[in-house]
T-cell receptor
Framework: DSGVTQTPKHLITATGQRVTLRCSPRSGDLSVYWYQQSLDQGLQFLIQYYNGEERAKGNILERFSAQQFPDLHSELNLSSLELGDSALYFC??????????????????FGPGTRLTVL | AQKVTQAQTEISVVEKEDVTLDCVYETRDTTYYLFWYKQPPSGELVFLIR??????QNEISGRYSWNFQKSTSSFNFTITASQVVDSAVYFCALSVPQDTGTASKLTFGTGTRLQVTL
């Protein structure tokens, strides 16, 4: 158990709908990352937050948005869903730059993922 | 841009055999970090190891060992005396430091599916 929690575990919805995926980082971790794993794209980085602020963006669609709340949990919102959005969505967390050492060395620990199926 | 290549899509071995998973990376950064993650059939991603670019020392952890060679841009993973429980997809990943000081995104390879049979 990595200590990162994600809910729900499974989500089935229809095209055009909107869903929210939730992530709680490990205790003490300030950074949250979202990744998408699909058969055709593999594991792709979507977005990163650090202590409530957006820090980096990957190939995240405009229909997708995220935020990190004061209690450090994060939500990924997916709207106007399409069949191609069906994927496994992972959240990861890491301590952040205050961990010391070289920036970027802190390890990302992944949650169990949310499997989204769009019908 | 960073790139990670795992040329082996799938490997099948019989239990107790040794197996090496290959990983080749590309980056122009002189400081970077390499990782291996395991994704068992249950689906979660499990961290196995992190290696910094300035530390080429190989590492052994039980039946697992990692061979980092900057000269060939490779970070290979060997499982000795494989077991059925080792069956999983294994991902190699790369990150480089961000200017903001926070850990950067992971760039993943396409993964190698390891099947260990009795």
């Amino acid at each position: 158990d990595s200590g990162v929690t994600q809910t729900p575990k499974h989500l089935i919805t229809a095209t055009g709908q909107r869903v929210t995926l939730r992530c709680s980082p490990r205790s003490g971790d300030l950074s949250v990352y979202w990744y998408q794993q699909s058969l055709d794209q593999g594991l792709q980085f979507l977005i990163q937050y650090y202590n409530g602020e957006e820090r980096a963006k990957g190939n995240i669609l405009e229909r997708f948005s995220a935020q990190q709340f004061p209690d450090l949990h994060s939500e990924l919102n997916l709207s106007s869903l399409e069949l191609g959005d069906s994927a496994l969505y992972f959240c990861a967390s890491s301590v952040g730059p205050l961990a010391g050492g070289h920036p970027g060395t802190d390890t990302q620990y992944f949650g169990p993922g949310t499997r989204l199926t769009v019908l | 841009a960073q790139k990670v290549t795992q040329a082996q899509t799938e490997i099948s071995v019989v239990e107790k055999e040794d197996v090496t998973l290959d990983c080749v990376y590309e980056t122009r950064d002189t400081t970077y970090y390499l990782f291996w993650y395991k994704q068992p059939p249950s689906g979660e991603l499990v961290f196995l190891i992190r290696r910094n670019s300035f530390d080429e020392q190989n590492e052994i952890s039980g039946r697992y060992s990692w061979n980092f060679q900057k000269s060939t841009s490779s970070f290979n993973f060997t499982i000795t005396a494989s077991q059925v429980v080792d069956s999983a997809v294994y991902f190699c990943a790369l990150s480089v430091p961000q200017d903001t000081g926070t850990a950067s995104k992971l760039t993943f390879g396409t993964g190698t599916r390891l099947q260990v049979t009795l």
